[in-house]
């Protein structure tokens, strides 16, 4: 089973104090350019993948989806998500992304925010959402980017410009990589690009656009603590379609 670290109460803590948590997609600066991925949600059968405190499935809901299903690894995560829901067309699953089964073309669109980086195995997960969308349906999801999984994680270097930059370790070297993020010992995986765009495309999808997301200027004057990702992309965001 996929590592779950939301249930440590150290890290849940810890997690429920970030924008995010406290403020739902407004507190996701990413959010803004990730909603501008999304196929219309009017009538539409919706899954989020790894769906936390289930903002988006809310969200979905309210934009006018006929049905939303969250899944989640996490019992902490998915009982808040249970307090803080009441619309009736919203369900929320216990479920391991690796071992994911769903009915074929059963779905309008695949959602998943900053989850499937924490996945061994992409691959399968892929073509079982491929499989289940209908012709024309969509994946939408944001993952942590590969320049941020394979940055070197005791801070900033001295460029040979003078300026202060991140060090990229080991980019090519593909695998698990171990962070201490609210919790000692949080496993990730670190995939290059390539490889990302490549597993979509093997399970049948086409590529529809790719953000590797950096903060406005407005942002960052809102929220200083923002500049910094400016220097490398921490996130990208990624739609893709089944054909028709």
Not at 46 to 75: H, M, N, T
Not at 135 to 148: D, Q
Not at 218 to 242: T, V, Y
Request: hydrophobic share 40%; aromatic share 10%; proline share 5%.
């Amino acid at each position: 089973m996929t590592q779950n670290i939301y249930d440590d109460p150290q890290f849940f803590a810890g997690y429920a104090t970030l924008d995010r948590s406290v403020k739902g997609l407004d507190g996701a600066p990413e959010w803004p350019e990730l909603q501008k991925m999304l196929p219309p949600l009017s009538g539409a059968t919706v899954i989020d993948l790894g769906c936390g405190y289930g903002w988006f499935c809310r969200f979905a809901s309210d934009a006018g989806a006929a049905q939303v299903l969250g899944l989640d690894v996490s019992e902490k995560m998915l009982e808040r998500a249970r307090e803080t829901t009441s619309q009736e067309n919203i369900h929320y699953q216990r479920a391991d992304l690796e071992t994911l089964s769903l009915e074929p073309e059963s779905l309008d669109l695949a959602y998943s925010s900053l989850a499937l980086h924490y996945l061994l195995d992409i691959d399968t997960l892929f073509a079982t959402l491929h499989q289940a969308l209908k012709p024309g349906g969509m994946l939408v999801f944001s993952a942590e980017h590969p320049i941020y999984t394979a940055t070197h994680k005791q801070g900033w270097i001295q460029g040979s410009d003078g300026d202060k930059c991140w060090p990229v370790n080991h980019y090519q070297q593909e695998g698990e990589r171990i962070s201490n993020w609210f919790a000692e010992g949080v496993k990730k995986q670190h995939r290059k690009l390539s490889t990302w765009i490549n597993a979509l495309i093997a399970a049948g999808f086409e590529i529809s656009h790719l953000n590797e997301w950096g903060p406005t200027a407005g942002q960052i004057a809102s929220n200083p603590a923002l500049d910094e990702e400016k220097e490398r992309p921490m996130i990208f965001l990624l739609s893709a379609r089944k054909a028709r």
